[in-house]
């Protein structure tokens, strides 16, 4: 499977194309836009928030509620658009007209001046409306039609924020289906009331000081079958494509699987994860401190990926930079934005994993209709179960 996705923050609309997706999948429209709301919601957004109502439009590849195998075209119109006609206009306009909106003054910490070096463009905002974050709508789209494909094989997708700025939620084991809904009742996706509070006053905080946080969120999924992914070759380990794909969700900056970084303090007997027999519950693990995977391929435990987004670079009170016209020093220009945005960027995370996760589950049990994977998993599992 593959997709794109195109259109830019102030633009028409949004758009992917999924290609390689099984036929025959029923497709709920509900589902797939709770996905868009959730990664709307989450304290510490900005006003734009209150003008987008994003909800997907299919424009191919399903008939009937199902899919036919025939990629998949997503919409998502931008609200925000008829303020926008003019700026971002398709139609030519004079070269120093009032109404371009031009930015000329790059923002540290986004991708305006590497974008305006590479792509040679004197106006920023040609780059910083396709590297705005709102394309990520589209990831949770592709994302959350791939969970879908996940939900009939009975995996389950859950995300928890685990930081914002320096207040650290407690982390509680739960049922994956409580975590899912307790997380879903708190403005900032975490189970500790305690830190709740704590971290929505930090973000207020910031707010008042025209100043931006960020944080890690966790995702866990459960009820992987052993041996996605393989370790037989570099490009085809899932957990690195799962890395890559939560580094390239705007403002991450780092990704660890299971007790990640803390595996550099401990013995490797505080490390690696026992492994245990029955003749129910077949091969286990006594602990998952591995998160999931090794030798790059799951071992039928939780998935537990972390994942740390910088603070948003657009800051009110911004900081200094160059006018690429004149090369003076300026303070740098403010576009309107958001505060925090970690609560929705877990949202993201999820999707973007589940997409991953899909993805080697149709390399592993492949087929072009859900009936051929459903019967290539359930050969697999009984191999497994005979071993
Ligand atoms: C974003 C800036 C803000 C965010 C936007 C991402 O938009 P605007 O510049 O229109 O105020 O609200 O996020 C979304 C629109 C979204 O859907 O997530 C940025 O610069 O990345």
């Known amino acids: 499977m593959r997709y794109l996705t195109a259109g830019e923050?102030?633009?028409?609309?949004?758009?992917?194309?999924?290609?390689?997706?099984?036929?025959?999948?029923?497709?709920?429209?509900?589902?797939?836009?709770?996905?868009?709301?959730?990664?709307q919601k989450g304290y510490g957004r900005g006003r734009r928030m209150q003008i987008e109502k994003d909800t997907a439009t299919i424009a191919g590849g399903v008939r009937h509620g199902k899919t036919t195998g025939a990629p998949?075209?997503?919409?998502?119109?931008?609200?925000?658009?008829?303020?926008?006609?003019?700026?971002?206009?398709?139609?030519?306009?004079?070269?120093?007209?009032?109404?371009?909106?031009?930015v000329n003054r790059p923002r540290p910490g986004h991708a305006d001046l590497?974008?305006?070096?590479?792509?040679?463009?004197?106006?920023?905002?040609?780059?910083?409306?396709?590297?705005?974050?709102?394309?990520?709508?589209?990831?949770?789209?592709t994302g959350a039609v791939a969970r879908q494909l996940l939900a009939e094989f009975g995996i389950k997708v859950a995300g928890q924020v685990i930081r914002i700025g320096d207040v650290e939620a407690q982390r509680q084991e739960l049922p994956i289906d409580e975590l899912i809904r307790l997380t879903e009742e708190s403005p900032v996706r975490v189970v500790d009331k305690d830190a709740e509070a704590k971290m929505i006053a930090a973000i207020d905080a910031a707010k008042e000081d025209g100043d931006t946080l960020g944080g890690i969120v966790e995702v866990i999924i459960e009820g992987v079958p052993v041996g996605l992914g393989s370790h037989v070759q570099?490009?085809?380990?899932?957990?690195?494509?799962?890395?890559?794909?939560?580094?390239?969700?705007?403002?991450?900056?780092g990704v660890e699987f299971g007790i990640?970084?803390?595996?550099?303090?401990?013995?490797?007997?505080?490390?690696?994860?026992?492994?245990?027999?029955?003749?129910?519950t077949g091969f286990r693990r006594r602990t998952n401190?591995?998160?999931?995977?090794?030798?790059g391929m799951t071992t039928g435990e939780q998935i537990v990926v972390r994942g740390v987004m910088k603070p948003i670079s657009t800051l009110y009170k911004p900081l200094q930079s160059v006018d690429i016209d004149t090369k003076e020093v300026f303070t740098a220009q403010v576009e309107?934005?958001?505060?925090?945005?970690?609560?929705?960027?877990?949202?993201?995370?999820?999707?973007?994993?589940?997409w991953e996760v899909a993805n080697a589950f149709l390399d592993k049990f492949g087929g072009d209709s859900i009936e051929e994977i459903r019967a290539n998993l359930n050969n697999f599992l009984k191999q497994v179960e005979s071993y």
Not at 10 to 15: A, D, E, N, S
Not at 114 to 136: F, H, M, V
């Open 336 to 354: 309107r934005s958001d505060t925090c945005a970690v609560p929705a960027a877990g949202v993201i995370m999820e999707n973007v994993i589940a």
């Open 114 to 141: 590497n974008g305006g070096l590479k792509y040679n463009q004197k106006d920023l905002r040609n780059i910083l409306e396709r590297s705005s974050a709102r394309e990520t709508t589209m990831r949770v789209a």
């Open 260 to 280: 990640g970084f803390e595996a550099a303090e401990r013995r490797g007997s505080n490390v690696h994860d026992e492994i245990l027999y029955t003749e129910e």
């Open 72 to 102: 998949i075209a997503l919409v998502v119109v931008n609200n925000d658009w008829k303020h926008w006609t003019s700026v971002m206009g398709i139609e030519p306009v004079e070269e120093d007209s009032e109404g371009k909106r031009r």
């Open 289 to 295: 401190r591995a998160g999931g995977f090794e030798g």
């Open 234 to 253: 570099w490009d085809r380990k899932l957990d690195g494509k799962i890395a890559q794909a939560v580094l390239s969700i705007q403002a991450f900056k």
């Open 9 to 39: 923050t102030h633009g028409p609309q949004l758009t992917a194309i999924i290609e390689g997706f099984p036929s025959n999948v029923t497709l709920n429209f509900e589902d797939l836009n709770f996905q868009l709301h959730r990664r």
